[in-house]
Protein backbone atom coordinates (compact mmCIF):
# COMPACT_ATOMS: atom_id res chain seq x y z
CA UNK A 1 0.00 0.00 0.00
CA UNK A 2 1.07 3.14 -0.83
CA UNK A 3 -0.20 6.68 0.55
CA UNK A 4 0.88 10.04 -1.23
CA UNK A 5 -0.80 12.87 0.97
CA UNK A 6 -0.39 16.95 0.54
CA UNK A 7 0.00 19.49 3.08
CA UNK A 8 0.63 22.96 3.31
CA UNK A 9 -2.24 24.81 2.00
CA UNK A 10 -4.16 27.28 3.69
CA UNK A 11 -5.52 31.17 3.47
CA UNK A 12 -2.82 33.76 2.43
CA UNK A 13 -3.00 37.15 1.14
CA UNK A 14 -2.07 38.31 -1.90
CA UNK A 15 1.89 38.62 -2.05
CA UNK A 16 2.29 36.22 0.67
CA UNK A 17 4.03 32.73 0.94
CA UNK A 18 3.15 29.27 1.23
CA UNK A 19 5.22 25.90 1.10
CA UNK A 20 3.55 22.99 0.10
CA UNK A 21 4.66 19.32 1.01
CA UNK A 22 3.58 16.14 -0.60
CA UNK A 23 4.85 12.70 1.34
CA UNK A 24 4.97 9.33 -0.15
CA UNK A 25 4.96 6.21 3.22
CA UNK A 26 4.12 2.73 3.25
CA UNK A 27 5.79 0.25 0.49
CA UNK A 28 7.92 2.78 -1.25
CA UNK A 29 11.14 2.01 -2.83
CA UNK A 30 11.95 4.94 -4.06
CA UNK A 31 10.07 8.59 -6.19
CA UNK A 32 11.00 9.37 -9.94
CA UNK A 33 8.79 12.08 -11.39
CA UNK A 34 6.78 14.42 -9.24
CA UNK A 35 4.50 17.12 -10.64
CA UNK A 36 2.11 19.84 -8.44
CA UNK A 37 -1.08 20.66 -10.48
CA UNK A 38 -4.19 22.65 -9.63
CA UNK A 39 -7.71 22.85 -10.57
CA UNK A 40 -9.95 25.10 -10.23
CA UNK A 41 -13.73 24.40 -10.45
CA UNK A 42 -15.12 24.13 -14.48
CA UNK A 43 -11.81 23.89 -15.49
CA UNK A 44 -9.07 21.58 -16.15
CA UNK A 45 -6.47 19.98 -14.08
CA UNK A 46 -2.84 22.11 -15.13
CA UNK A 47 0.68 20.98 -14.81
CA UNK A 48 1.89 24.07 -12.43
CA UNK A 49 5.55 22.66 -11.60
CA UNK A 50 7.35 19.09 -12.41
CA UNK A 51 10.79 17.46 -10.80
CA UNK A 52 12.37 14.29 -12.00
CA UNK A 53 14.79 12.29 -9.99
CA UNK A 54 17.48 13.74 -10.74
CA UNK A 55 16.19 17.41 -10.30
CA UNK A 56 15.83 18.90 -13.36
CA UNK A 57 12.73 21.01 -12.80
CA UNK A 58 9.81 22.71 -15.47
CA UNK A 59 7.42 24.98 -14.41
CA UNK A 60 4.36 26.73 -15.84
CA UNK A 61 4.47 30.39 -17.58
CA UNK A 62 2.28 31.82 -14.48
CA UNK A 63 4.30 30.29 -12.00
CA UNK A 64 7.97 30.74 -12.94
CA UNK A 65 9.86 33.28 -11.18
CA UNK A 66 7.69 32.41 -7.76
CA UNK A 67 7.52 29.23 -7.60
CA UNK A 68 9.93 26.43 -6.38
CA UNK A 69 9.50 22.85 -7.11
CA UNK A 70 12.21 20.62 -4.41
CA UNK A 71 12.66 17.54 -3.35
CA UNK A 72 13.95 15.59 0.07
CA UNK A 73 14.46 11.92 -1.10
CA UNK A 74 15.63 11.13 2.33
CA UNK A 75 11.99 12.08 3.74
CA UNK A 76 10.21 10.72 0.35
CA UNK A 77 8.72 14.21 -0.26
CA UNK A 78 8.87 17.21 -3.10
CA UNK A 79 7.75 20.12 -1.44
CA UNK A 80 6.42 23.62 -3.88
CA UNK A 81 7.22 26.78 -1.94
CA UNK A 82 4.78 29.55 -3.79
CA UNK A 83 6.10 33.21 -3.14
CA UNK A 84 4.19 36.28 -4.48
CA UNK A 85 1.03 34.94 -4.77
CA UNK A 86 -1.98 35.93 -6.17
CA UNK A 87 -5.64 35.51 -6.45
CA UNK A 88 -5.38 33.72 -9.47
CA UNK A 89 -3.46 30.37 -7.57
CA UNK A 90 -6.09 30.11 -5.70
CA UNK A 91 -7.27 26.60 -6.42
CA UNK A 92 -7.03 22.82 -4.85
CA UNK A 93 -3.07 21.48 -5.40
CA UNK A 94 -2.88 18.36 -6.14
CA UNK A 95 0.62 16.08 -6.27
CA UNK A 96 1.21 13.46 -8.97
CA UNK A 97 4.47 11.27 -8.04
CA UNK A 98 5.86 7.84 -10.00
CA UNK A 99 6.48 5.49 -6.90
CA UNK A 100 8.60 2.31 -7.20
CA UNK A 101 6.02 0.15 -4.95
CA UNK A 102 8.53 -2.59 -5.53
CA UNK A 103 12.06 -2.96 -6.71
CA UNK A 104 11.23 -3.47 -10.47
CA UNK A 105 7.16 -1.88 -10.29
CA UNK A 106 6.44 1.40 -10.33
CA UNK A 107 3.14 3.87 -11.12
CA UNK A 108 1.42 7.04 -10.46
CA UNK A 109 -0.05 7.97 -7.53
CA UNK A 110 -2.83 11.16 -6.92
CA UNK A 111 -2.74 12.67 -3.48
CA UNK A 112 -5.95 13.99 -2.27
CA UNK A 113 -5.41 17.68 -2.44
CA UNK A 114 -4.86 20.41 -0.61
CA UNK A 115 -6.66 23.76 -0.96
CA UNK A 116 -4.75 27.55 -1.20
CA UNK A 117 -7.03 30.42 -1.44
CA UNK A 118 -5.25 33.63 -2.08
CA UNK A 119 -7.28 36.66 -0.83
CA UNK A 120 -6.96 40.36 -2.71
Known amino acids: QVQLVESGGGLVQAGGSLRLSCTASGRVFGIDAVGWWRQTPGKERELVAH???????LYADSVKGRFTISRDNTKNTVYLQMNSLKPEDTAVYYC??????????????WGQGTQVTVSS
Open 96 to 109: NADIKWSPHNSMYY
Open 51 to 57: IRSGAST
